[in-house]
Protein backbone atom coordinates (compact mmCIF):
# COMPACT_ATOMS: atom_id res chain seq x y z
CA UNK A 1 0.00 0.00 0.00
CA UNK A 2 1.03 3.17 -1.21
CA UNK A 3 0.45 7.07 0.42
CA UNK A 4 -1.94 8.55 -1.26
CA UNK A 5 -0.30 11.37 -3.80
CA UNK A 6 -1.61 14.73 -3.20
CA UNK A 7 -0.82 18.34 -4.00
CA UNK A 8 1.33 19.97 -0.71
CA UNK A 9 0.08 23.32 0.35
CA UNK A 10 3.90 24.62 0.68
CA UNK A 11 4.80 23.74 -2.61
CA UNK A 12 2.13 25.16 -4.13
CA UNK A 13 2.34 29.11 -1.74
CA UNK A 14 6.11 28.82 -3.15
CA UNK A 15 4.89 27.89 -6.83
CA UNK A 16 2.04 30.71 -6.35
CA UNK A 17 5.02 33.29 -4.96
CA UNK A 18 7.18 32.53 -8.01
CA UNK A 19 4.11 33.35 -9.75
CA UNK A 20 3.23 36.78 -8.65
CA UNK A 21 7.14 37.56 -8.72
CA UNK A 22 6.96 36.71 -12.22
CA UNK A 23 4.04 38.29 -13.70
CA UNK A 24 4.65 41.78 -11.22
CA UNK A 25 7.93 41.40 -12.67
CA UNK A 26 6.36 41.50 -16.36
CA UNK A 27 4.08 43.82 -15.63
CA UNK A 28 6.50 46.20 -14.19
CA UNK A 29 8.51 45.62 -17.26
CA UNK A 30 5.71 46.01 -20.05
CA UNK A 31 4.19 49.56 -18.50
CA UNK A 32 7.57 50.83 -16.94
CA UNK A 33 5.83 52.19 -14.37
CA UNK A 34 7.76 54.29 -11.32
CA UNK A 35 8.61 53.19 -8.06
CA UNK A 36 5.46 54.57 -6.43
CA UNK A 37 2.83 53.56 -9.09
CA UNK A 38 4.15 49.70 -8.93
CA UNK A 39 4.08 49.55 -4.92
CA UNK A 40 0.43 50.75 -5.11
CA UNK A 41 -0.64 48.41 -7.64
CA UNK A 42 1.67 45.65 -5.92
CA UNK A 43 -0.08 46.30 -2.46
CA UNK A 44 -3.44 46.43 -3.76
CA UNK A 45 -3.15 43.33 -5.71
CA UNK A 46 -1.33 41.23 -2.89
CA UNK A 47 -4.53 42.19 -0.46
CA UNK A 48 -6.48 41.04 -2.78
CA UNK A 49 -5.17 37.69 -3.11
CA UNK A 50 -4.83 37.98 0.43
CA UNK A 51 -8.62 38.25 0.81
CA UNK A 52 -9.25 35.37 -1.32
CA UNK A 53 -7.04 33.10 0.33
CA UNK A 54 -9.00 33.79 3.58
CA UNK A 55 -12.26 33.17 1.91
CA UNK A 56 -10.90 29.99 0.65
CA UNK A 57 -9.61 28.92 3.80
CA UNK A 58 -13.08 29.75 5.39
CA UNK A 59 -15.64 28.26 3.11
CA UNK A 60 -13.10 25.53 2.27
CA UNK A 61 -15.17 22.55 1.68
CA UNK A 62 -14.50 18.79 2.25
CA UNK A 63 -12.70 17.90 -1.38
CA UNK A 64 -11.75 14.78 -2.79
CA UNK A 65 -7.84 13.81 -2.85
CA UNK A 66 -6.63 14.15 -6.36
CA UNK A 67 -3.69 11.93 -7.25
CA UNK A 68 -1.09 13.64 -9.15
CA UNK A 69 2.14 12.94 -11.19
CA UNK A 70 4.86 10.49 -10.72
CA UNK A 71 7.81 11.77 -8.01
CA UNK A 72 10.09 10.60 -10.88
CA UNK A 73 8.48 13.45 -12.89
CA UNK A 74 8.30 16.16 -10.81
CA UNK A 75 12.13 17.68 -11.15
CA UNK A 76 11.09 17.60 -14.76
CA UNK A 77 8.24 20.12 -14.46
CA UNK A 78 9.67 22.15 -11.71
CA UNK A 79 13.08 22.28 -14.48
CA UNK A 80 10.65 23.55 -17.24
CA UNK A 81 9.03 25.88 -15.00
CA UNK A 82 12.44 27.13 -14.25
CA UNK A 83 13.58 27.03 -17.77
CA UNK A 84 10.73 29.42 -18.78
CA UNK A 85 11.60 31.90 -16.25
CA UNK A 86 14.86 32.37 -17.60
CA UNK A 87 13.82 32.52 -21.01
CA UNK A 88 11.20 35.08 -19.52
CA UNK A 89 14.40 36.91 -18.14
CA UNK A 90 16.60 37.01 -21.57
CA UNK A 91 13.88 38.32 -23.52
CA UNK A 92 13.29 41.07 -20.78
CA UNK A 93 16.87 41.19 -20.97
CA UNK A 94 16.05 42.47 -24.94
CA UNK A 95 13.54 44.01 -24.07
CA UNK A 96 15.06 46.75 -21.88
CA UNK A 97 17.76 47.19 -24.31
CA UNK A 98 15.82 47.90 -27.66
CA UNK A 99 12.92 49.77 -28.32
CA UNK A 100 12.65 48.38 -31.63
CA UNK A 101 10.87 44.95 -29.84
CA UNK A 102 8.19 47.58 -28.18
CA UNK A 103 7.01 49.43 -31.14
CA UNK A 104 6.35 46.27 -32.96
CA UNK A 105 3.15 44.32 -32.62
CA UNK A 106 4.90 40.60 -32.75
CA UNK A 107 6.87 42.32 -30.19
CA UNK A 108 4.64 43.29 -27.31
CA UNK A 109 2.49 40.04 -28.27
CA UNK A 110 5.81 37.99 -27.97
CA UNK A 111 6.61 40.22 -24.54
CA UNK A 112 2.98 39.50 -22.77
CA UNK A 113 3.81 35.81 -23.63
CA UNK A 114 7.26 35.44 -22.11
CA UNK A 115 6.77 38.13 -19.57
CA UNK A 116 3.17 36.81 -18.19
CA UNK A 117 1.65 33.95 -20.16
CA UNK A 118 4.31 31.77 -19.48
CA UNK A 119 5.16 32.31 -15.89
CA UNK A 120 1.51 31.51 -15.55
CA UNK A 121 1.23 28.55 -17.44
CA UNK A 122 4.57 26.83 -16.23
CA UNK A 123 3.34 27.28 -12.56
CA UNK A 124 -0.11 25.93 -13.33
CA UNK A 125 1.78 22.60 -14.77
CA UNK A 126 3.96 22.35 -11.69
CA UNK A 127 0.59 22.79 -8.91
CA UNK A 128 -0.91 19.90 -11.11
CA UNK A 129 2.53 17.38 -11.08
CA UNK A 130 3.48 18.29 -7.20
CA UNK A 131 2.78 14.59 -5.83
CA UNK A 132 3.31 14.19 -1.82
CA UNK A 133 1.43 13.73 1.39
CA UNK A 134 2.87 13.87 4.74
CA UNK A 135 2.41 10.69 7.34
CA UNK A 136 -0.60 9.89 8.79
CA UNK A 137 -1.93 13.37 7.05
CA UNK A 138 -3.90 13.92 4.31
CA UNK A 139 -4.27 17.88 2.40
CA UNK A 140 -7.32 18.33 0.57
CA UNK A 141 -7.19 20.39 -2.51
CA UNK A 142 -8.90 23.77 -0.97
CA UNK A 143 -5.72 23.60 1.10
CA UNK A 144 -3.66 24.00 -2.13
CA UNK A 145 -6.02 26.85 -3.22
CA UNK A 146 -5.52 28.46 0.01
CA UNK A 147 -1.81 28.05 -0.21
CA UNK A 148 -1.38 29.41 -3.89
CA UNK A 149 -3.47 32.53 -3.73
CA UNK A 150 -1.47 33.25 -0.33
CA UNK A 151 1.78 32.49 -1.74
CA UNK A 152 1.08 34.44 -4.90
CA UNK A 153 -0.51 37.50 -3.06
CA UNK A 154 3.15 37.60 -1.19
CA UNK A 155 5.18 37.45 -4.23
CA UNK A 156 3.05 40.11 -5.68
CA UNK A 157 3.77 42.45 -2.72
CA UNK A 158 7.90 40.98 -2.62
CA UNK A 159 7.81 41.56 -6.18
CA UNK A 160 6.72 45.64 -6.38
CA UNK A 161 7.72 46.91 -2.83
CA UNK A 162 11.38 44.86 -2.70
CA UNK A 163 12.77 43.33 -5.72
CA UNK A 164 11.63 45.20 -8.61
CA UNK A 165 12.24 48.99 -7.51
CA UNK A 166 16.14 47.90 -6.66
CA UNK A 167 17.13 45.00 -9.61
CA UNK A 168 16.34 44.75 -12.93
CA UNK A 169 13.48 43.01 -14.39
CA UNK A 170 15.31 40.26 -16.22
CA UNK A 171 17.19 39.57 -12.93
CA UNK A 172 14.23 38.95 -11.19
CA UNK A 173 13.51 36.66 -13.83
CA UNK A 174 16.42 34.86 -14.02
CA UNK A 175 16.56 34.71 -10.23
CA UNK A 176 12.98 33.15 -9.62
CA UNK A 177 13.72 30.34 -13.10
CA UNK A 178 16.69 28.90 -11.20
CA UNK A 179 14.91 29.07 -7.65
CA UNK A 180 12.07 26.91 -9.41
CA UNK A 181 14.82 24.59 -11.14
CA UNK A 182 17.16 24.08 -7.87
CA UNK A 183 14.04 23.64 -5.81
CA UNK A 184 12.11 21.27 -8.29
CA UNK A 185 15.40 19.26 -8.31
CA UNK A 186 15.66 18.73 -4.39
CA UNK A 187 11.68 18.40 -4.24
CA UNK A 188 11.72 15.66 -6.56
CA UNK A 189 14.43 13.92 -5.10
CA UNK A 190 12.74 14.58 -1.38
CA UNK A 191 9.45 12.91 -3.27
CA UNK A 192 11.28 10.00 -4.34
CA UNK A 193 12.84 8.87 -1.32
CA UNK A 194 9.42 9.74 0.73
CA UNK A 195 6.72 7.92 -1.32
CA UNK A 196 8.26 4.22 0.19
CA UNK A 197 5.39 1.74 0.98
CA UNK A 198 3.29 2.66 4.13
CA UNK A 199 4.38 0.77 7.56
CA UNK A 200 1.37 -1.33 9.38
CA UNK A 201 3.20 -2.28 12.29
CA UNK A 202 0.36 -3.17 14.86
CA UNK A 203 -2.10 -2.62 12.12
CA UNK A 204 -4.47 -5.68 11.42
CA UNK A 205 -6.02 -7.21 8.51
CA UNK A 206 -8.58 -9.43 7.08
CA UNK A 207 -7.53 -11.34 3.62
CA UNK A 208 -10.09 -13.21 2.32
CA UNK A 209 -9.62 -16.10 -0.37
CA UNK A 210 -6.21 -17.03 1.11
CA UNK A 211 -6.96 -20.78 0.08
CA UNK A 212 -3.36 -22.53 -0.78
CA UNK A 213 0.32 -20.96 -2.42
CA UNK A 214 0.35 -18.99 -5.07
CA UNK A 215 -3.01 -17.56 -4.87
CA UNK A 216 -3.53 -13.92 -4.89
CA UNK A 217 -5.19 -14.08 -1.64
CA UNK A 218 -1.97 -15.80 -0.34
CA UNK A 219 0.29 -13.01 -2.24
CA UNK A 220 -1.37 -10.57 -0.56
CA UNK A 221 -1.08 -11.88 2.79
CA UNK A 222 2.29 -12.09 2.67
CA UNK A 223 3.06 -8.01 1.65
CA UNK A 224 0.82 -7.37 4.84
CA UNK A 225 3.03 -9.17 7.06
CA UNK A 226 6.34 -7.45 5.12
CA UNK A 227 4.78 -4.42 6.02
CA UNK A 228 4.40 -5.55 9.59
CA UNK A 229 0.43 -5.90 9.63
CA UNK A 230 -0.96 -8.87 12.00
CA UNK A 231 -3.32 -10.46 9.84
CA UNK A 232 -6.11 -13.23 10.02
CA UNK A 233 -6.41 -14.93 6.45
CA UNK A 234 -9.42 -17.22 5.98
CA UNK A 235 -11.11 -19.40 3.19
CA UNK A 236 -13.69 -21.98 2.70
CA UNK A 237 -11.25 -24.77 3.08
CA UNK A 238 -10.44 -25.81 6.27
CA UNK A 239 -6.76 -26.14 4.19
CA UNK A 240 -6.36 -22.36 5.44
CA UNK A 241 -5.92 -23.48 9.03
CA UNK A 242 -2.16 -25.13 7.41
CA UNK A 243 -1.25 -22.08 5.61
CA UNK A 244 -0.23 -20.45 9.03
CA UNK A 245 2.72 -22.05 9.17
CA UNK A 246 3.86 -21.66 5.60
CA UNK A 247 3.77 -17.70 5.77
CA UNK A 248 6.54 -17.94 8.50
CA UNK A 249 5.15 -15.66 10.79
CA UNK A 250 2.68 -17.48 13.07
CA UNK A 251 2.72 -14.41 16.21
CA UNK A 252 1.53 -12.52 13.49
CA UNK A 253 -1.14 -14.84 11.56
CA UNK A 254 -4.37 -16.00 12.49
CA UNK A 255 -6.57 -18.33 10.26
CA UNK A 256 -10.19 -19.46 10.30
CA UNK A 257 -11.80 -21.59 8.11
CA UNK A 258 -15.39 -19.88 7.04
CA UNK A 259 -18.13 -20.07 4.59
CA UNK A 260 -18.17 -16.40 3.41
CA UNK A 261 -21.44 -17.06 0.88
CA UNK A 262 -23.32 -17.16 4.46
CA UNK A 263 -24.06 -14.32 6.78
CA UNK A 264 -22.72 -16.50 9.71
CA UNK A 265 -19.77 -17.43 8.00
CA UNK A 266 -18.97 -13.74 7.88
CA UNK A 267 -20.05 -13.18 11.33
CA UNK A 268 -17.91 -16.01 13.02
CA UNK A 269 -14.87 -14.46 10.83
CA UNK A 270 -15.56 -10.93 12.62
CA UNK A 271 -15.48 -12.08 15.93
CA UNK A 272 -12.94 -13.75 15.62
CA UNK A 273 -10.81 -11.41 14.95
CA UNK A 274 -12.25 -9.18 17.29
CA UNK A 275 -11.45 -11.79 20.17
CA UNK A 276 -7.79 -12.55 18.62
CA UNK A 277 -6.98 -8.89 17.76
CA UNK A 278 -9.13 -6.61 19.56
CA UNK A 279 -9.16 -3.88 16.33
CA UNK A 280 -9.48 -4.21 12.88
CA UNK A 281 -7.83 -1.65 9.85
CA UNK A 282 -8.10 -3.49 6.68
CA UNK A 283 -10.42 -5.40 4.83
CA UNK A 284 -9.27 -7.29 1.66
CA UNK A 285 -11.99 -9.55 0.30
CA UNK A 286 -10.48 -11.58 -2.79
CA UNK A 287 -12.57 -14.33 -2.11
CA UNK A 288 -14.84 -15.26 -5.31
CA UNK A 289 -13.47 -16.79 -8.32
CA UNK A 290 -14.92 -18.20 -11.89
CA UNK A 291 -17.10 -21.68 -12.17
CA UNK A 292 -19.27 -20.60 -14.90
CA UNK A 293 -17.94 -20.86 -18.54
CA UNK A 294 -20.86 -21.06 -20.72
CA UNK A 295 -23.45 -18.73 -22.93
CA UNK A 296 -26.36 -16.73 -20.77
CA UNK A 297 -28.49 -19.01 -22.56
CA UNK A 298 -26.88 -22.41 -21.33
CA UNK A 299 -26.14 -21.14 -17.73
CA UNK A 300 -28.61 -22.58 -15.19
CA UNK A 301 -30.38 -20.76 -12.04
CA UNK A 302 -28.18 -22.88 -9.35
CA UNK A 303 -25.06 -21.56 -11.92
CA UNK A 304 -26.10 -18.13 -11.49
CA UNK A 305 -26.86 -18.05 -8.20
CA UNK A 306 -23.32 -20.13 -6.96
CA UNK A 307 -21.49 -17.24 -9.34
CA UNK A 308 -23.34 -14.35 -7.55
CA UNK A 309 -22.86 -15.84 -3.70
CA UNK A 310 -19.46 -16.18 -4.31
CA UNK A 311 -18.34 -13.10 -5.86
CA UNK A 312 -20.62 -10.47 -4.59
CA UNK A 313 -22.41 -12.17 -1.43
CA UNK A 314 -19.04 -12.30 -0.13
CA UNK A 315 -18.05 -8.97 -0.20
CA UNK A 316 -21.31 -7.59 0.99
CA UNK A 317 -21.54 -9.82 4.17
CA UNK A 318 -17.56 -9.95 5.18
CA UNK A 319 -17.67 -5.82 4.24
CA UNK A 320 -21.47 -5.74 6.94
CA UNK A 321 -19.96 -7.75 9.46
CA UNK A 322 -16.65 -5.81 9.57
CA UNK A 323 -18.03 -2.24 9.12
CA UNK A 324 -18.60 -1.78 13.04
CA UNK A 325 -14.53 -2.57 13.55
CA UNK A 326 -13.58 -0.16 10.93
CA UNK A 327 -15.63 2.63 11.73
CA UNK A 328 -13.38 2.51 15.02
CA UNK A 329 -10.61 3.59 13.56
CA UNK A 330 -11.55 5.60 10.10
CA UNK A 331 -10.05 1.79 8.15
CA UNK A 332 -10.11 0.58 4.64
CA UNK A 333 -11.97 -2.32 2.38
CA UNK A 334 -10.42 -2.97 -0.32
CA UNK A 335 -12.43 -5.54 -3.08
CA UNK A 336 -11.17 -7.44 -6.02
CA UNK A 337 -13.45 -6.90 -9.17
CA UNK A 338 -12.16 -7.82 -12.78
CA UNK A 339 -12.23 -6.17 -16.04
CA UNK A 340 -14.75 -8.52 -17.21
CA UNK A 341 -16.95 -6.19 -15.10
CA UNK A 342 -16.53 -3.13 -17.35
CA UNK A 343 -16.53 -5.40 -20.65
CA UNK A 344 -18.27 -8.22 -20.46
CA UNK A 345 -17.10 -11.16 -22.81
CA UNK A 346 -19.37 -13.97 -24.07
CA UNK A 347 -19.29 -16.80 -21.62
CA UNK A 348 -18.89 -14.68 -18.52
CA UNK A 349 -22.07 -13.11 -18.46
CA UNK A 350 -22.80 -15.03 -15.01
CA UNK A 351 -19.27 -13.82 -13.69
CA UNK A 352 -19.41 -10.62 -15.37
CA UNK A 353 -22.85 -10.20 -13.73
CA UNK A 354 -21.16 -10.67 -10.16
CA UNK A 355 -17.83 -8.27 -10.62
CA UNK A 356 -20.59 -5.53 -12.03
CA UNK A 357 -22.08 -5.75 -8.69
CA UNK A 358 -18.73 -5.84 -6.68
CA UNK A 359 -18.01 -2.66 -8.65
CA UNK A 360 -20.89 -1.07 -7.50
CA UNK A 361 -21.46 -2.23 -4.03
CA UNK A 362 -17.75 -0.74 -3.61
CA UNK A 363 -18.91 2.67 -4.96
CA UNK A 364 -22.03 3.04 -3.06
CA UNK A 365 -20.46 1.93 0.20
CA UNK A 366 -17.49 4.48 -0.39
CA UNK A 367 -20.12 6.80 -0.72
CA UNK A 368 -22.36 5.70 2.71
CA UNK A 369 -19.11 5.38 4.56
CA UNK A 370 -16.82 8.33 3.84
CA UNK A 371 -18.54 9.83 6.94
CA UNK A 372 -17.37 6.81 9.44
CA UNK A 373 -13.48 7.90 7.58
CA UNK A 374 -13.91 4.10 5.81
Known amino acids: MRRTNIVHPAAAAFAGTA ?26 AALALGALAAGLWVGMP ?28 IFALFWSGSRILGKTGSGRALAVLLLIAAPA ?57 GSLASFG ?31 VGYAIAQVFLARGARIAITDISPGVIELVADLGEPTRVAAIAADLTSQDGATTVAAFVKETYGRLDYLVNVAGGLSVIKPVA ?13 NASTVFLMTRAALPMLRERGGAVVNFASPAALAAPAQLGAYAAAKAAVIALT ?7 KVHRV
Open 121 to 177: YAIGAVLSGINYAPRNKTVGTGGVAVGAALGAASGVLLAAVVLIPHLDASVVFVAIG
Open 363 to 369: RSLAIEE
Open 185 to 215: YWWGRWTVSHSHEVEMDQKVAIITGVGAKGQ
Open 19 to 44: LGIGVEAGIALLLYADTGFLATVGLL
Open 298 to 310: DTTPEEWHRELER
Open 62 to 89: EAPHAAAAEPSRLADRWLIAGALFIAAG
